[in-house]
């Protein structure tokens, strides 16, 4: 467990195909990746003390979800079972999402070993499309992964530019074929020294699209009477995994999968503690 901090950003690296470790676009799957300089690739160390010893959680620097073993049998090509972003709310789900590392006689290079007593194994060693990354109990290089620490960046990343979603009937045969991805949305004004919760403090929406962009805007109209008189570029929306999941800011296009899922998102306002508090990976960095 040396090798990881708790707060730091890390990236693991096959150490046999050198691809990394990804939180795949649709916020369900995990994948391979050669992408480095991708949030998607980069994952926020949680680390969970417990009475037998610290256990390890990862959660997604793009979405927020928590790296998670299942019992799903993998896809065809795939050895062991299927791994998955997951959100973090009760026990059972923090019983999915735990993980031990074990040195594997590399330096930098652990074994990712789940509380079913499974090792997350990477796959495509010899048909690079099945990219899947799954939980098997027989041990070979296949799960040895690569611990790289990501520095931090001074503040938020630049949101990407605005996606234009069609109206509904504009092209109803190309949306019936593509339909419009719907959230509902929860959002919270966060105290200056973070947030506090309670089921009164939040408010729902439905916001369609994916743009990131957009619902930032739409975000600071309806939270025009806090940010009173500042623009919406000063407040970061933190995504919220899970009633016990930690904030996430979120500075990507939101999955693709979300037909009317739930998206929590708690707003931060730039220069309170809340907001420096926050820390944001430098994908980039060499």
Not at 199 to 220: I, K
């Amino acid at each position: 467990m040396d090798q990881f901090h708790d707060r730091q950003h890390v990236r693991l690296r096959s150490r046999v195909l050198g691809t990394y470790l990804h939180a795949d676009h649709d916020g369900e799957r995990v994948s391979l990746s050669r992408r480095r300089d991708s949030l998607h690739a980069a994952w926020a160390v949680h680390i969970h003390p417990r009475p037998d010893g610290p256990y390890l959680l990862l959660h997604s620097a793009a979405y927020g979800r928590y790296l998670g073993a299942t019992f799903k049998p993998s896809p065809l090509g795939h050895l062991g079972c299927r791994t998955e972003q997951r959100d973090y709310d009760d026990e059972q789900d923090l019983m999915a999402v735990m993980w031990r590392a074990a040195g594997a006689g590399f330096r930098d290079v652990v074994l990712l070993r789940s509380v079913s007593g499974r090792f997350l194994r990477a796959n495509g060693r010899y048909l690079p499309w099945n990219n899947g990354v799954t939980v098997d109990d027989n041990v070979s290089a296949m799960m040895y992964w690569t611990v790289e620490p990501i520095p931090a960046r001074g503040g938020p990343p630049g949101l990407p530019g605005p996606i234009h979603t069609p109206s509904p009937g504009y092209h109803s045969l190309m949306l019936w074929r593509n339909p419009v991805v719907s959230w509902l949305i929860r959002f919270m004004p966060s105290d200056p020294n973070g947030p506090i919760y309670s089921r009164y403090c939040w408010t729902t929406f439905r916001y369609r699209g994916r743009s990131v962009f957009h619902l930032r805007d739409e975000l600071a109209r309806r939270m025009a009477f806090v940010l009173d008189g500042r623009q919406s570029f000063d407040l970061v929306m933190c995504v919220r995994a899970g009633r016990e999941g930690r904030l996430t800011p979120l500075v990507v296009d939101l999955p693709s999968s979300g037909y009317g899922e739930t998206l929590s998102i708690v707003v931060i306002m730039s220069g309170t503690p809340a907001y420096n508090a926050l820390r944001h990976p430098d994908v980039d960095a060499a």
